[in-house]
């Protein structure tokens, strides 16, 4: 999502003269086209993430549109206290790129992973947050969240070919998208996963489970109703995400499920130990903690009760 | 409107810290004459909303109360408001908030103040704008390292229409800054950075206004500290010796009125020696 990312800044950037970028020296052979286009509008403010979103809200008071950009846990975690004190606290439209979901960064190891920044933001219900699953969709949704008077968080992928099948660049704040339909169960997911588990929904069909898949792409609006709506179809459900398993995706759908008294039994995959210290790839990551198309369909048959798992 | 003096902004926080029954009154009695200096004819506000307007910040929120003194001295909050001072869902709390006319930015976490008011000397240059950036921050602040990052940001870019005003007391919240992170030497830690550095009398009104007005070298394009000598508690004599009248089993040291509220005997004391001041 980095190329459709900084195309998509360039493109707004072009039209609207109170866009600015600033990162925390990060997004070599990501950022160039918009500083060689737009050099005075471009600040590496270096490696001082605190001071980054200070300074964002500081111009956003002006009535400039910062974007501030870095890996996604030095740009959410590190100034976390900056983020609640400036952008959401004044209500300014500062927004915040965090680059690298869940396991994105895998060999960098834990220090770059993005487990904990959806969880961390959603206590901050003036921020809205929005997290695309693909390229298309996360050209549309920064597009579409452009002109919000208010802050917003971007988390972001690396990848930038990969697509979910049928997504199609749908983005609309506060709703999912479905992108397979099935009867049997419900796959709830949300970023750079969601393409696994399409996957995994594919392999369930050849089995006989039909899945319908929703991709959640935003908190604040939650997608309440929609969750809502489609767990009220379903006995079953699972939430799959590269997040820890408190206070995002999953927690997010026990709530909806709960509070709307919905006969929908959820299992939650999502990572639930601390980092151990080992890194590896994002598919590696994704199977060790138990996010990857086997682990999707291994869980899907064992709460269906179709193995003894 | 009434006169913007050092001694009416004093008369205020004595006054509601009293009705609130609060603290924190050291911290805003020290304040008292650069707050007075900055609003009686520095900042060039003609009216609170003005997008042109200099922005002040205060980076040490703790002293809102002298602020919001300033800023009903200046007519654009009511006086008669600040009895809502630390009462229940008032906007009138121990830290600025910025739904209030003439505050620009809240604040109460310290350290991130001179990073927002970086921001803003940025912004206003690349809008063209002549307006000024002054921000209140305190030497128990300069523990933050966010400080740094903003005095190495504002160098770099040669923000010289940012004035950072350092209250310099030597108090913190727990202790004396020289026991707990000594900073002796502030002007040669800010010169080191690139910034301009005056050495001052907090107090001194004449002194204070000479610094506000100074600027670099021609072409120097540096941002400006003024490094402001205060007392902490100026202008109550036992609040300056850390003396609790009232509390007698307390050690006499300055850190209590950061923290006591003035006992009826106390107030009495504070007001008589404030008007003589």
């Known amino acids: 999502m980095r190329q459709a990312f900084i195309r998509t800044l360039c493109d707004l950037a072009a039209e609207d003269d109170r866009i600015f970028l600033l990162t925390g020296d990060l997004g070599y052979m990501v950022m160039e086209p918009f500083r060689d ?17 200070g300074i964002a809200t500081g111009m956003a008071e002006a009535g400039l549109r910062p974007y501030a950009y870095s890996i996604a846990p030095f740009a959410v975690l590190r100034p976390f206290e900056f983020i609640r004190n400036g952008p959401v606290l004044h209500n300014l439209p500062v927004r915040i ?14 220090t770059h992973y993005a487990l904990e920044d959806i969880a961390t933001l959603r206590t901050l219900p003036g921020l809205a947050i929005v997290v695309p699953a693909d390229s298309h969709q996360a050209a549309a949704a920064i597009r579409q969240t452009a002109n919000l008077e208010r802050p917003v968080y971007y988390s972001l992928g690396k990848d930038d070919h990969q697509s979910v099948p049928n997504l199609g660049g ?28 399409v ?16 991709i959640v792409s935003g908190f604040s609006p939650d997608p309440v109703p929609d969750i809502s709506e489609l767990l009220s179809g379903f006995r079953f459900a699972i939430s799959i995400e590269a997040q820890t398993n408190t206070g995002g995706l999953g927690a997010f759908v026990s709530t909806v499920i709960a509070s709307e008294s919905l006969q929908c039994r959820l299992k939650v995959l999502a990572v639930y130990h601390s980092p151990d210290g080992t890194s590896g790839s994002q598919s590696e990551r994704w199977r060790k903690y138990g996010l990857d198309r086997e682990s999707i369909m291994r869980n899907t048959l064992a709460l269906m009760g179709k193995t003894s798992e | 409107m009434q006169e913007l003096t050092a001694r009416r902004i004093r008369q205020i926080v004595l006054r509601e810290s009293k009705r609130a029954n609060v603290g924190h009154i050291g911290s805003c009695l020290c304040v008292a004459d650069i707050l007075a200096v ?15 307007r200099d922005r002040f910040i205060l980076s040490k929120g703790h002293s809102a109360l002298a602020l919001f003194a300033a800023l009903a001295l200046k007519g654009w909050i009511a006086e008669s408001a600040l009895t809502t001072f630390c009462g229940d869902d008032s906007l009138f709390s121990v830290h600025p908030e910025a739904r209030l006319p003439g505050v620009d930015f809240s604040t109460g976490s310290l350290g991130q103040g001179l990073c927002m008011a970086a921001g803003a000397a940025l912004a206003a240059r690349l809008q063209g704008s002549g307006r000024r950036i002054f921000c209140l921050i305190s030497d128990a602040e300069c523990n933050e390292g966010s400080v740094w990052e903003a005095t190495m940001f504002a160098a770099h870019h040669r923000l010289d229409n940012l004035t950072v005003i350092l209250d310099w007391n030597g108090q913190q919240a727990f202790g004396r800054t020289r026991d707990v992170i000594d900073c002796a030497n502030l002007a040669e830690r800010w010169q080191a950075f690139g910034w301009l550095t005056s050495d001052v009398d907090g107090h001194s009104h004449a002194a204070l206004s000479d610094a ?22 100026k202008g109550v004599s036992y609040m300056e010796q850390g003396i609790p009248l009232t509390q007698t089993h307390l050690r ?10 003035m006992s009826d005997a106390e107030y009495q004391i504070a007001v008589s020696e404030t008007e003589s001041l």
């Open chain 1, 37 to 53: 286009r737009f050099p005075r509008r471009f600040f590496n403010v270096g490696v001082a993430e605190q001071n980054m979103i």
């Open chain 1, 97 to 110: 790129v965090g680059m690298g979901m869940g396991f994105d960064y895998g060999h960098a190891g834990p």
């Open chain 2, 212 to 233: 506000l007005m100074r600027s670099g070298p021609p072409g120097s394009r540096q941002p400006h500290i003024i490094l402001a000598r205060t007392v902490f508690g």
């Open chain 1, 199 to 214: 996957a995994a929904a594919d392999r369930l069909s050849a089995v006989g489970v039909e899945a319908t898949v929703a």
């Open chain 2, 38 to 52: 900055l609003y009686g004819h520095v900042l060039r506000i003609d009216a609170p909303d003005d997008p042109d």
């Open chain 2, 252 to 261: 006499v040291e300055p850190i209590n009125w950061h923290y006591l509220p």
């Open chain 1, 170 to 197: 749908r983005f609309a704040q506060g709703k999912i998208q479905i992108v397979r339909t099935g009867g049997d169960i419900a796959l709830v997911t949300m970023g750079s996963v969601s393409a696994e588990v």
